[in-house]
Each structure stands twice: as structure tokens, then as C-alpha cells.
């Protein structure tokens, strides 16, 4: 499976180099990954002949085997993917957002669905969950006062106390 790990800013210098910006701060696995794709499909990729960091914050310098600068103008904008396997087992109680998103979102004393996580939005201290039901979209904080578990394995997240969240954001959103 392949996510979407980065997005290429433009080139640097002449010799073919991209400046490419990874969408986690988390990145010194980056140093461990051969392959970059160009689509979720894998069709087309390239090999990594060198990765450092680069000029600014959250910066890094990939060139590309094979790949002059006139190629590099080309890839400005594009959306670098990763296959997953390439992907740092995460710590206990970590998880990536490509596992959590479609998750069922399950009250844990009523049993209720209230939807399906659609989007996740780092905002700080702590992640929303956007979730998507058949009455409309409204957000859950990552924090233990709503989220009391998540399971990776069946795609369920249980919550609790979310009632007036979901009123006030649907509500909200019909007005």
C-alpha cells in the first residue's frame, strides 16, 4: 500500500536536485527510503541516488537516479508516496493516519455508529478526527476525555461523551 508521504516544492540548482517538504516532522526515517512513487497506483517511481537536509525548516534535497533538471521542473507540486512497508513500526499507542482513516467511529456504552473518520487535522497538542456521518461532518478531539480506544486491526475507534459535540457541529453546520 502506498501513502502519500510529501509534497515536492521545486528544484535546487542545476543538476536535477527537488526541495521536498515530508507532511511529518517525524522524518529521519526519510534517510532509509530508495523508492519514492508518483501516484498511490506505484506506476512510476524513482530511486533515490541522495537525500540531505536542505535550506529552511522541514526541507530536504532528494536527487532523483536518472533525473536531470528539466525533469526536476517537471515534478514541482507533485505528491511523493512511500509504500508502507518502507514505514518505522510506530511506538505502543502511535498509529499513522493512513491507518485510522475509515475507521468506524462506535459509542463504547450505546454501541451507536456515529460515522467514519474522513480527514485528521494536526491542530497543536493534539489531532482532530473528522468524521463522517449520514447526518453531516463534525470533529472529535484525539484526547482521552472522548477517544477511549483505537484499534488498528478491526478499524474501530471507541469514543465517549460525544453527544454534544456532534449536536453542536451538525447543528451548527445546517444553520
Same mark, same amino acid.
Not at 506505484?42 to 536531470?68: A, C, M, T, Y
Not at 475507521?103 to 451507536?112: P, Y
Given at each position: 500500500?502506498? $501513502? ?17 517538504? *515530508? ?11 530508495? /523508492? ?10 524513482? !530511486?533515490? !541516488?541522495?537525500? /540531505?537536509?536542505?535550506? =529552511?525548516?522541514?526541507?530536504?534535497? &532528494? ?5 536531470n533538471y528539466e525533469e ?6 507533485l505528491i511523493l508516496y ?5 514505514? *518505522?513500526? *510506530? ?8 491507518? $485510522?482513516? =475509515?475507521? @468506524? ?6 454501541? %451507536?455508529?456515529? =460515522?467514519?473518520?474522513?480527514? &485528521?487535522? *494536526? ?30 486491526? !478491526?478499524?474501530?475507534? @471507541?469514543? /465517549?461523551? &460525544? !453527544? ?7 447543528? %451548527?453546520?445546517?444553520?
Amino acid at each position: 500500500m502506498l $501513502v502519500p508521504i510529501g509534497k515536492i516544492l521545486g528544484t535546487h540548482g542545476l543538476k536535477g536536485e527537488v526541495k521536498f517538504s *515530508p507532511f511529518s516532522l517525524d522524518f529521519d526515517f526519510l534517510f532509509a527510503i530508495q /523508492r519514492f512513487y508518483l501516484s498511490k497506483k506505484g506506476d512510476r517511481f524513482f !530511486e533515490v !541516488e541522495s537525500l /540531505r537536509q536542505g535550506p =529552511g525548516f522541514n526541507v530536504f534535497l &532528494i536527487k532523483f537516479k536518472g533525473v536531470n533538471y528539466e525533469e526536476a521542473q517537471s515534478l514541482k507540486n507533485l505528491i511523493l508516496y512511500i509504500d508502507t512497508k518502507d514505514l *518505522p513500526q *510506530p511506538e505502543e499507542g502511535e498509529f499513522y493516519y493512513y491507518q $485510522v482513516l =475509515g475507521a @468506524l467511529v462506535i459509542d463504547e456504552k450505546s454501541g %451507536k455508529i456515529w =460515522g467514519k473518520v474522513k480527514e &485528521i487535522m *494536526p491542530v497543536g497538542e493534539y489531532d482532530l478526527f473528522l468524521v463522517e456521518s449520514d447526518s453531516g461532518s463534525f470533529y472529535i478531539p484525539l484526547v482521552e476525555e472522548f477517544v477511549k480506544d483505537i484499534n488498528l486491526l !478491526e478499524k474501530k475507534i @471507541l469514543v /465517549r461523551s &460525544i !453527544e454534544d459535540l456532534f449536536k453542536v457541529q451538525v447543528s %451548527k453546520n445546517e444553520v
